[in-house]
């Protein structure tokens, strides 16, 4: 990520910086040598250490493998993304977060973007608990095409994460006609020995439902959606076709 020019404000950026700067001064290394040995160059450790840059998953780690300490700057890349994640979401989103952490299975229909979840890069980390949920998605063919970044690294990420056993991702055309495909995407959290939750975002708020009513309408409206959605097998060979032509306009074209 860009640096910029005047430190971030958020505590757990600043945390990382200054957990940095005091082991590698205890180390005896400058930033160049810091850098050089970890294959960073000096710039971007001093961002780091000033607050004026946001570290990444792989960093963190790097760091706790050189420092030889147990996962203590990872926990704070976690603080960290869980605050910017929270900070950009709709009022609502906290309590979604926190459910989302102990689900065992999430159903997802998506019709304006790729979800978080499925994004490439270090905002997947429910996907990387030691036992992920099972994760079921619909997404608008539409919506594979709005999300930023490059198009073809997308498109392999996507596929990667279908070889998964615990992850169910199917396209629903864009010109299907189904009614429910148009009215608005939604996600039910599903846990063992607890009751399913929907949640909902509408007009810039985040909703969260757990009536038995709420809860069966949308279960057997994604279940309906998943019958009128390509294939598993059809929905990979979209995704295929589309990591090797990322220029075109629809995937199943």
Known sequence: MPAQSDPYDAPAIRAFGIMLKKMRDAAELTQKEFGET?????????????????????????????????????????????????????????????????ATTIRIFESRFVPVLFLTGDDAGV?????????????????????????EGRFAHLLRLTERPE???????????????????????????????????????????????????????????RGHAYSVTESRAILERAAHSPDSRSPSN
Not at 67 to 88: N, P, T
């Open 38 to 102: 970890l294959g960073y160059s000096p710039q971007f450790i001093g961002q780091i250490e000033s607050a004026r840059n946001i570290p990444s998953k792989t960093f963190a780690q790097d760091l706790d493998t050189y420092f030889k300490i147990d996962g203590l700057f990872l926990e704070l890349w976690h603080l960290i993304k869980d605050a910017r994640r929270l900070g950009m979401s709709p009022a609502g989103f906290s309590k979604y977060v926190e459910l989302e952490r102990s």
């Open 127 to 151: 996907l990387d608990r030691p036992n992920p949920p099972h994760v079921f998605l619909v997404i608008d063919e539409e919506a594979l095409w709005r999300a930023e970044g490059p198009r």
């Open 167 to 225: 992850i169910c991702l199917q396209v629903l055309a864009h010109d299907t006609d189904y009614p429910p495909a148009h009215s608005g995407s939604f996600t039910v959290l599903g846990f063992d020995g607890d009751s399913d939750v929907v949640y909902i975002e509408s007009a810039g708020l985040g909703s969260l439902f757990d009536t038995p009513s709420a809860v069966k309408s949308c279960v057997m409206r994604f279940d309906l959606l």
